[in-house]
Each structure stands twice: as structure tokens, then as C-alpha cells.
């Protein structure tokens, strides 16, 4: 379980800096750097174990389902990291104290520079694959937030924004990988996965998963071609850089080769991708450290370079190789981290990064100089010092490969010449910063740093040294543990020595050091060399091309989303006739198997009526009166069609609801223009045409292949229990009022809320009424017919009984709420078009919403009542009752329910109309006014 | 018989269809009032077309299937109060806008014929 405490700690220090934020600066760096010295001291505790070649490993569920576990491990290769990064996150947090100024917030950094090192932790001790993924991209997004912490400039904005998206859109490949290995191996166990290596380089995704993977680490570790977003992550703090660039961030990537190499290497694909990637980013980064004038810069390209260097030695594929790449990681890990720390001193001391300003420091600085140009060596790989061990076994590997044939010496000469570029750099930066003249107009007067701000690199300098001079007792160990985790198998003997002779590699060594001093010498020829080339800057260019996606998805947007509602509508119906199309592609045959019935005279002329009205309704559009006469013809017909297909509660329905849509419409046509002109193009007609014939084309296939085919209705239920079940004969009534009550009682509710919905939108409407009709003839000043209205007066008593008759009988014989509500209304409107508004007004004086509202509650109470009785909602209970005079009668809760409906409607309808016919009266011309 | 009414259909469909895509809103309201005629009788013929059927119990002719009938009629109601709102709106945006264009932006009569 102490497994855990190692990213744990971390993690509660990130909270550290937050809670300690009243202190001093100097206290609140040694608090933050509490918990992460006690997770060492975990570490330290578990290295004996590590070394005698256990594994000690911790699991507890997080998401099962997903098969996501927070399991750790802590095995050889796991441990070197958590050395690595605490160590020299320790030493990082006691520079930045006396690095940052005091205008910088010393808790957000420390904040920050904590989530890091929790996940960079999780990403080296995961035992479970997803948990490695979900660390990489927490390691993305808090790299995110230390390289853009100078936030307000816009360079380091620009610089986390490109390492958040190439890092970022590495994890997403690195995800696919991984979900790939769990889907061939069956397990995100990296324990399984490390034992399954036949099964992933037998399986067909192998390619896949090495590409994914390798995308990852490559995109992480800057390599080519992703190098370009490392030297931009420079804009962060110096600490951020010494500890991103040397220990952890572009080191995951390489952790992640080792990670993965039980299992990926050995294969020729392995082979040439990443020696190829691995040796063209070595000379690529040295190339340009060399050209750099910022003194990050060279930095950062040296880093690109050296992690080439590892990345080529893991293509090797052989067991020595990948013993060296590790070495080289910590040895990088030391020189670089002290170098980067150095520059910063610099930096801060001297207020310029700038090559051609800095010279000749070591006048002021000194101690500076020499932990510098220790650290340099080390880099250049000068013997005695750490980095020349690894260059040596380095230099060795490269001769050993022979997987180019006849052409394997290219490798070791561009070993070779990658050598000669890293001295030729780390001469400059020593020569060039500390001695060469003297300095050039400096913001500042340089000085040495603070005692403390030096121990750090003295730290790292004395590691450096020590390794290379006593490998064996410092460095085996550790190096012998990790390798077993990384090098499958029984592990190599591993013999570091300083001495092993006079043979090839020393001689590489030696023209790398002679090489790198003329190319040093000869470094102007080389500048003058490649002024002649075209800069390109990568942020600019990265920019650029962020800003054209940017463009390109507006375009498509714009494409789109125009505003244009008949553009969305067009697409909509496309993509509706599509779905409903593809339905029919799969349907043998057209027709089905029923018998067709005959057709007759009637049917045909109805037929051709219906056809040639609705024709005429468009052909006429934009005579907006005629096409609404056209449309009542339609509706009629709609009507008469129910009727002749057995379903008179539908004409009835469908007659009614036809005479108040076309009043509604003529109502509403007065306010808006009479024609409609002509605005739309012939292509637009031609491609409107061409839609809607398609549409008509599917549905009436459709519906002729629905029609023709036997249907297993479930309607036998209602048939069966409508008489027993709701005491009712005519079905189509039970089923609105009493099987499918709720679905009424919802539909009503609809009908309610329209109703007010209009009545708000009518609401201090202005609107700009004609005085005359198309022609200019002003309207009739006799408003109201006196024929019309006597008829209306006489009509209204004998309508409304009907209306109570139609109701009454409803559960019976057709008729009930809906079609009674209908007529009712249809009744009223007639007297308010007979009478005009304000007569009716007076007479009827009431308000229409109260009735809408007053009917839902009534069919929401009758459901509501049920409950009183245990039934569910809305049940129906029936029974018969014998009253005098009229005799047996039977009486159901159904027709409480049928009441609701019945007053809903009549509410609703007189609601939209009367309050639209109210709008036409306020400033009308009329005959009383003259 | 079939063949002829699922004619119909589709002509309605097609020219509500045809109607839903003009530019100005009263077509439009047209257009879905013929949409909803279309949809009406595409779904009343579900249950198959029946002559001289009944829903009512207990009476001498063969059934008719009821469910398509009762779901109907209450699309119909539905229908006609959406046709109400639609056309109301639509007389909103010509008030509050000046046009009677679906999109709402052109603006082509002379502004001083408002009140």
C-alpha cells in the first residue's frame, strides 16, 4: 500500500502551496517540498526489494466497467523515474524559490509544478495501461499550465497552446494504441500485456498498435517531425524548462519506448522506424543547437537531439542498446537539468538570453562558469564525467547495427557526426556565454546568484561527476533494475568501467571531440551557410495553420448554418426522404400480398379532385387567397375520404377542425400580404420540385407497401374490451378517453398551452391593416349581412344542442369531446363573424382561458380521482344508474374525462380566434365611425 | 383502390413539401396545413382501408381498426392548433419585423405602410 503514497503525496502537495500561501517564500518552498521528500523516502524504502528482483505492485478498482484500475507498480525501470523525477523535482523547487521574481505567484507555480509530478509519477509506476494514458494526458495538460505560466505573454500562450495540441493529439493515438493491446491481449494489465508479446506481434493490428504507440512517445519526446513545439515551450519560467525538457515531460516519451519494449521491439518494423526517426531528430536538433542565438534555444535543440540519441538506441534492438539508452536517460536527466538551471542563472542575472550580448561572464560569475562547463563536458561527452560513458556505449551500438547491410556504416558515421555537432554546441555555449570578450550592453550588471539558487546545479554537477568516474558502485545497480524491466528475459551483464581499452568507439570519441573543436572554430562559415535558407518559424507557421482550420470550419459552418431556414429545411427533408428511402431499397417488392380492392367511379372522381385542388393550392401560391380556397377543397375532400373509409369520428373530426383552420387563415391572411412575389430563381423551383416529387414518390410507395401488406394490429384488444372494459361501444372514443387517456390528456394540455401561446403573441400586436382589398376596391362598409346574422342567432341554440347531443352519444356512436368542442366553437365564431367582436364581447362575457384551463384540470382531477379509489391514474369506472323520465342511462368517469376534452377545445379554439379577431377591430374604417 | 390512395398521398406530400420551402411565411403555413392532410391520411391507412367497417360494438358490419382512427383525430386537433400558432407567429414576425420572410431579414416594403 505504501505503492500508493508515491503519487499520493505528490498529489495532496499540490494543495500545499495553496494552504501555505500567507507564508514567506522560502517557507513555502520548504513545506511544498515536504511530501514529495517523504515519497522519496518511499521510494528509497522499496529499493532493496526493487534490486533483489521483486515487483512490488498495489491494485484497487476505480472503474471496473471500464476495466480501469489504480493499480502501480514499482519495478526497476519505475524506480529510475521516481528517482528521477522527484530528485530533481526536489532540487526544482529550491531553484524556482530563488528563481521567480516577487511579482510572480510562487503558490500557482508550486501548484502546478506538483499535479506535474503526480502525473509524471502515474505515468511511471501505472500498472494498468488506461491509468498510464489518463497520467500522459494529465502530464499534458499541467505541462499546459507551467509553460504558459507567464500568462500574460502572448508568446508563452502561443508555446503551451502548441505543446497542449501536438502532445495532446499524440495521447489521443497513444489512447487508440492502448484500447488496440487491451482488445488483442484482452487485459489494460500492463503485468498481462508485458507477457503477451507473441500474441501482439502475431496479431494484424501489430502495425497499428506500433504506429499509435510510437505516434505518442514521438509527439511527447519532441522527435521529428514533431519537434517544432519544444524549443516554443521555452517562453516557461527556467525551472519549468530544467525540469520539463531534462527529467520528465520529453522523457515520457522515451519511458514509453522502454515501457513498451518487452513487447513492440525486435520486429524490423520497430527497427526502422524508430532508428530512422531517432537518427534524423540527433542530427536535426544538434544542427540547429548549433545555430541557435538563444541560449534556451540551444537547449532546447540539444535536448531534441540527445532524445534522438535515446530514441535511436531503443531502434536498435539489441539488449546493450536499450542498457545504454536508459543510462543515457539519467545521465541526460543530470547534465541537462544543471545546464538549463545554469542558463537561468544567466537569465536572471544578466536579463538577456541572447548569445551575441552574453561573453566573457566568467568575470562575474565564476562558480557559475566552471558548474557550467562541467556540465557542458559532460554533455560533449569529455571522459571523467558521466555523459561520456553513455556516448561510448553509444558510439559501440551504433557500430554493432547491422540492419542496413552493406550500408550499415551510415549509422555509426552519423553517430559519429551527431557527436561532433554536440561538441561543436556545447563549446559554443560554454565558449561563447562565459569567455570569448566581453559583454555587450547587458540590462543588468551580472553578479554571482544566490548561495541557494547554486546548490541545486552543484547537486546535479557532483552526481555527473561521480557516475563517471565511479559507474560501477554508483550507477549498476539501479541501471541493472531497470534494464530488467525493460530488456525481457534473463538481463545482461552489465560492466561499467571507464577504461575498456583502446578500440573503436574511443577513437569515434576522439575525432567527435577533435571534429567538434573545428566545426566550432569554423562556425561562421556555417551560420553564413544558413542565413542563405529561409527561416521558418515553427509557431508562425503552427499559427497559420490553426488560423486556416479555423477558416476552413467557419466555411463549412457558413456552408450550413447560412441563417437561411428554407436551407436547413431543404437539407432536413433530404436527409428524411434518405432514411425513408433506404427502408424501401430493402423491400423486394412494392406490393404486398393482400388482395387489392376495386375501385369505383366515386373514388376515382374524389381521387382526381383531391389531386388537382392540391395541385392548384401550390400552382396558385402566390395568389394567397385562391390558394387558400384551393386548400378548403383538400381539406373537404380529406374529410369525405374518412367518411367513406369507415371512420366517422374522423370526417366529423376533420370537417370541423377544416372550417376553423380556414377562417384562422383567412383571419390571418388579412394582416399579411395578399400576394406572395416572385422571388425564388428556376433552379431553386427545379430543385424544390425535384425534392418534394421524390418525397411524394417515397411516401406514396411507402404507404402503397404498408397498405398491401396483412397488418398484426394490436386494435383485437381494444375491439375485445371496449364494451367490458370502459363501457363504451364506439371504440375509437374508449380508446381517447379511456385506454389511452393519458396520451389525450397530454394532447389537450398541448392544445391548452397553444391556445395561450397565442393569446401572448397577439399580445400588443401592431400590425398594418389594408383599407382595401387587391384591386384597391375598399372593403364593404356593410360589415355585418343581415341575413348572416339573423341566421347565426337562430343557428346558435339548435348548434349547441347538437353540440351536447354529439357529446353525449360520443361513447357510443361516433361523436364525443373533440368533435362536440368543435362544433360548439364553430357555432360562436359564427356570431362573432356575423356580429363582429364587440357585440359578441358584450354578450358573451366571459374569458376564454378560464374554460381551456378549467377543462384540462377536469381531465386531470377524473384521472387524479382513481387514486381515491387505489386504481391506478386514470382509471374508468362505469355503471348504470336509472334516472326518471329519461330512463336507464349509463354514466362513466370516461365522460368527466370527455368533459375535459369537450371544454379544452372550446376554450382553445375561441381563444385563437376570438382574440385574433380581436386585433382586426381596434382601428378598422367602418360604417357606425362614418 | 390502394394504388390510388396512396396517390393521393404522395401528391399531398409533395405539394406541402413543395409549399414548406418557399420563402414567405404563409405558404410555409399553407404547406404544413397540406403536410398534415398527407400524414393524416398516410397514418389513418395503417390499420388498412376498410369499407363498410364499423368501430362501434355490437353493430352488423365487419371492424374497422380503431387505433390508427383514435390517433388520428387528436392529430387532427393537434394539427390545427399548431397551424394556429404557426400562422399567428408568422403574423408576430411581419409585425415586429417588417416581413414576411421565413428567414425575417428582408425587408421590402416600405416601412411607413406599418403602423
Redesign the interface.
Known amino acids: 500500500m505504501t505503492l500508493l503514497l508515491i503519487v499520493l503525496l505528490p498529489l495532496i502537495g499540490s494543495l500545499v502551496p495553496l494552504a501555505s500561501a500567507r507564508f514567506k517564500r522560502t517557507t513555502i518552498a520548504w513545506l511544498v517540498a515536504i511530501l514529495p521528500a517523504i515519497a522519496l523516502g518511499v521510494a528509497a524504502y522499496h529499493t532493496t526489494s526493487v534490486f533483489a528482483g521483486n515487483i512490488p505492485t498495489v491494485s484497487l478498482p476505480w472503474v471496473p466497467s471500464l476495466s480501469l484500475d489504480l493499480a502501480f507498480r514499482l519495478d526497476g525501470l519505475s524506480l529510475l523515474f521516481v528517482y528521477l523525477v522527484l530528485g530533481i523535482g526536489l532540487l526544482i523547487i529550491l531553484y524556482a524559490r530563488y528563481y521567480l521574481s516577487e511579482n510572480d505567484s510562487i503558490v500557482r507555480f508550486y501548484g502546478f509544478l506538483m499535479l506535474f509530478m503526480t502525473a509524471m509519477l502515474g505515468i511511471v509506476t501505472s500498472d494498468n495501461l488506461l491509468l498510464l494514458w489518463f497520467f500522459w494526458e494529465l502530464t499534458s495538460l499541467s505541462s499546459f499550465l507551467l509553460i504558459g505560466y507567464w500568462s500574460g505573454l502572448s508568446s508563452a500562450r502561443k508555446g503551451a497552446r502548441m505543446a497542449l495540441t501536438v502532445t495532446g493529439a499524440g495521447g489521443l493515438c497513444l489512447l487508440a494504441g492502448i484500447l488496440l493491446i487491451g482488445n488483442v491481449v484482452g487485459s489494460f494489465d500492463l503485468t498481462t500485456v508485458l507477457e503477451s508479446r507473441d500474441l501482439i506481434q502475431s496479431s494484424p493490428y501489430y502495425m497499428a498498435i506500433l504506429l499509435l504507440v510510437l505516434l505518442g512517445a514521438f509527439t511527447k519526446s519532441a522527435q521529428f517531425p514533431f519537434q517544432f513545439w519544444l524549443p516554443h515551450a521555452m517562453a516557461a519560467p527556467t525551472p519549468v524548462s530544467a525540469y520539463l525538457h531534462s527529467a520528465t515531460m520529453v522523457k515520457a516519451g522515451v519511458f514509453l519506448l522502454a515501457r513498451f519494449y518487452p513487447v513492440l521491439s525486435g520486429t524490423d518494423e520497430w527497427f526502422y522506424i524508430v532508428t530512422l526517426v531517432g537518427l534524423t531528430t540527433l542530427l536535426y536538433g544538434a544542427f540547429f543547437a548549433l545555430i541557435k542565438q538563444d541560449l534556451k534555444g540551444v537547449l532546447a535543440f540539444s535536448t531534441i537531439s540527445h532524445l534522438g540519441l535515446i530514441t535511436l538506441l531503443f531502434g536498435f534492438n539489441t539488449e546493450l542498446a536499450a542498457v545504454a539508452a536508459v543510462f543515457h536517460i539519467i545521465n541526460h536527466a543530470t547534465f541537462k537539468a544543471s545546464l538549463f538551471m545554469a542558463a537561468g542563472i544567466v537569465d536572471h542575472e544578466c536579463g538577456t538570453r541572447d548569445i551575441r550580448k552574453l561573453n566573457g561572464l566568467w568575470r562575474y560569475m565564476p562558480y557559475t562558469t566552471v558548474l557550467a562547463a562541467v556540465a557542458s563536458a559532460s554533455m560533449a561527452g569529455v571522459p571523467l564525467l558521466n555523459g561520456f560513458l553513455s556516448k561510448e556505449m553509444f558510439l559501440a551500438q551504433s557500430l554493432d547495427a547491422q540492419m542496413l547491410g552493406g550500408l550499415s556504416w551510415i549509422i555509426p558515421a552519423l553517430a559519429t557526426l551527431g557527436s561532433i555537432l554536440s561538441v561543436a554546441y556545447s563549446l559554443r555555449f560554454i565558449h561563447d556565454v562565459f569567455f570569448n570578450g566581453e559583454p555587450k550592453d547587458l540590462p543588468k550588471t551580472p553578479h554571482e546568484p544566490p548561495r541557494y539558487m547554486r546548490l541545486p546545479i552543484e547537486v546535479l554537477i557532483l552526481i555527473c561527476v561521480l557516475v563517471g568516474i565511479l559507474p560501477a558502485i554508483l550507477i549498476e545497480p539501479i541501471l541493472t533494475a531497470a534494464t530488467a524491466a525493460v530488456v525481457p528475459g534473463e538481463p545482461p551483464q552489465i560492466h561499467l568501467s571507464l577504461w575498456h581499452g583502446f578500440n573503436l568507439p574511443l577513437m569515434m570519441s576522439g575525432i567527435a571531440l577533435m571534429g567538434g573543436l573545428m566545426v566550432y572554430i569554423a562556425r561562421d562559415h556555417i551560420y553564413r551557410f544558413h542565413r542563405q535558407f529561409k527561416t521558418l518559424n515553427a509557431r508562425d507557421s503552427f499559427e497559420n495553420m490553426v488560423q486556416k482550420l479555423v477558416k476552413v470550419c467557419q466555411w463549412s459552418i457558413d456552408r450550413f448554418e447560412n441563417g437561411s431556414l428554407q436551407r436547413y429545411m431543404f437539407w432536413l427533408l433530404l436527409t428524411a426522404v434518405g432514411f425513408a428511402a433506404s427502408g424501401l431499397f430493402q423491400v423486394p417488392r412494392l406490393a404486398g400480398d393482400k388482395v387489392v380492392q376495386p375501385v369505383d367511379s366515386v373514388l376515382i372522381i374524389g381521387g382526381v379532385i383531391l389531386c388537382l385542388a392540391a395541385i392548384g393550392t401550390i400552382m396558385t401560391h402566390r395568389k394567397r387567397l385562391i390558394s387558400l380556397l384551393f386548400l378548403s377543397v383538400v381539406g373537404m375532400l380529406v374529410s369525405l375520404t374518412f367518411a367513406r373509409f369507415s371512420a366517422p369520428d374522423l370526417a366529423l373530426t376533420q370537417l370541423a377542425v377544416e372550417v376553423v383552420t380556414i377562417i384562422l387563415l383567412m383571419l390571418a391572411l388579412f394582416f399579411l400580404p395578399q400576394k406572395t412575389p416572385k422571388e425564388s430563381t428556376g433552379g431553386r423551383v427545379l430543385r424544390d420540385l425535384l425534392l418534394a416529387g421524390t418525397f411524394g414518390g417515397v411516401i406514396a410507395s411507402l404507404n402503397y407497401a404498408v397498405i398491401t401488406r396483412p397488418v398484426d394490429s394490436i386494435s383485437r384488444f381494444f375491439i375485445e374490451n371496449s364494451v367490458p372494459g370502459g363501457g363504451g361501444h364506439n371504440i375509437v372514443n374508449v380508446i381517447l378517453v379511456d385506454f389511452r387517456g393519458f396520451d389525450t390528456l397530454g394532447e389537450i394540455t398541448v392544445l391548452g398551452i397553444a391556445g395561450v401561446a397565442i393569446y401572448k403573441l397577439l399580445n400588443r400586436l401592431r400590425l398594418f391593416m389594408p383599407s382595401s382589398d387587391l384591386e384597391g376596391r375598399p372593403w364593404s362598409p356593410e360589415r355585418f349581412p343581415v341575413i348572416l346574422y339573423s341566421v347565426s342567432q337562430t343557428l346558435l341554440p339548435l348548434a349547441l344542442l347538437v353540440s351536447a347531443f354529439i357529446f353525449l352519444r360520443g361513447h357510443n356512436l361516433p361523436g364525443g369531446g373533440f368533435i362536440a368542442g368543435l362544433v360548439a366553437a364553430v357555432a360562436i365564431i359564427l356570431i362573432y363573424m356575423a356580429r363582429g367582436v364587440e357585440w359578441s364581447q358584450r354578450r358573451l362575457s366571459f374569458n376564454y382561458q378560464p374554460i381551456a384551463v378549467t377543462g384540462v384540470a377536469i381531465a386531470a382531477l377524473t384521472g387524479l380521482g382513481s387514486w381515491i379509489f387505489n386504481a391506478p391514474f386514470l382509471t374508468s369506472s362505469f355503471g348504470h344508474f336509472e334516472i326518471p323520465v329519461i330512463g336507464d342511462i349509463e354514466l362513466a368517469t370516461a365522460l368527466l374525462f370527455d368533459l375535459g376534452v369537450y371544454l379544452t377545445v372550446i376554450g382553445a379554439t375561441l381563444m385563437i380566434l376570438a382574440n385574433l379577431g380581436k386585433v382586426t377591430t381596434s382601428h378598422r374604417p367602418t360604417k357606425e365611425k362614418q | 383502390?390502394?394504388?390510388?390512395?396512396?396517390?393521393?398521398?404522395?401528391?399531398?406530400?409533395?405539394?406541402g413539401?413543395?409549399?414548406?420551402?418557399?420563402?414567405?411565411?404563409?405558404?410555409v403555413?399553407?404547406g404544413l396545413?397540406?403536410l398534415s392532410?398527407?400524414v393524416?391520411?398516410?397514418l389513418?391507412?395503417?390499420?388498412?382501408?376498410?369499407?363498410?367497417?364499423?368501430?362501434?360494438?355490437?353493430s352488423s358490419?365487419p371492424?374497422?381498426?380503431?387505433?390508427p382512427?383514435?390517433l388520428?383525430?387528436?392529430a387532427?386537433?393537434?394539427?390545427?392548433?399548431?397551424?394556429?400558432?404557426v400562422?399567428?407567429?408568422?403574423?408576430?414576425t411581419?409585425?415586429d419585423l417588417g416581413s414576411?420572410s421565413?428567414?425575417g431579414?428582408r425587408t421590402?416594403?416600405p416601412r411607413e405602410?406599418?403602423?
Not at chain 2, 390502394?2 to 409533395?14: D, H, M, N, P, Q
Not at chain 2, 413539401?17 to 405558404?27: K, S, V
Not at chain 2, 389513418?44 to 355490437?58: E, N, P
Open positions: 383502390m390502394e394504388a390510388l390512395y396512396a396517390t393521393v398521398t404522395g401528391v399531398l406530400t409533395a405539394c413539401i413543395y409549399l414548406t420551402l418557399r420563402g414567405r411565411t404563409f405558404p403555413v399553407v396545413t397540406l392532410y398527407a393524416n391520411l398516410f389513418f391507412s395503417m390499420g388498412g382501408l376498410a369499407s363498410k367497417s364499423t368501430t362501434i360494438v355490437d358490419f371492424y374497422a381498426d380503431p387505433l382512427q383514435a388520428v383525430l387528436t387532427i386537433v393537434i394539427g390545427f392548433a399548431m397551424t394556429a400558432f400562422v399567428i407567429l408568422a403574423m408576430r411581419r409585425g414576411d421565413v428567414d431579414q421590402d416594403e405602410e406599418r403602423k
